[in-house]
């Protein structure tokens, strides 16, 4: 009689998802708002420390975040073109 294994994730280790917060800095589309995330890294070659910025797309069902507020956004699946992140806070 062969065993079979199944491998079970629990549910802290299946929610592992990427995420990154920020301000958002625009809210005008439905359902949608633009995160601007903030990174402090060091230049590889000149090792001054640099902010670098990316500005997200971010799925917001109902626009319940305004400009100006903090959120937190985490990586889903591709729910457009541009759109693969959705606020969680």
Do not use: W
């Not at 958002?24 to 633009?34: E, F, L, N, R």
């Not at 799925?59 to 693969?84: F, W």
Request: glycine share 4%; with cysteine.
């Amino acid at each position: 009689m062969p065993t079979t294994r199944t491998t079970e994730k629990s549910s802290a280790e299946a929610g592992k998802h990427q995420t990154f917060s920020g301000v958002v800095v625009s809210d005008k589309m439905k359902d949608t708002s633009v995160v601007l995330i903030e990174r402090y890294v060091k230049h590889p070659k000149y090792h001054k420390f640099q902010v670098r910025r990316t500005k997200i797309l971010a799925h917001d069902p109902g626009n319940t975040k305004k400009i100006g507020d903090k959120a937190v956004i985490e990586a889903c699946r591709p729910i457009s073109k541009k759109k693969a992140f959705k606020i969680v806070k």
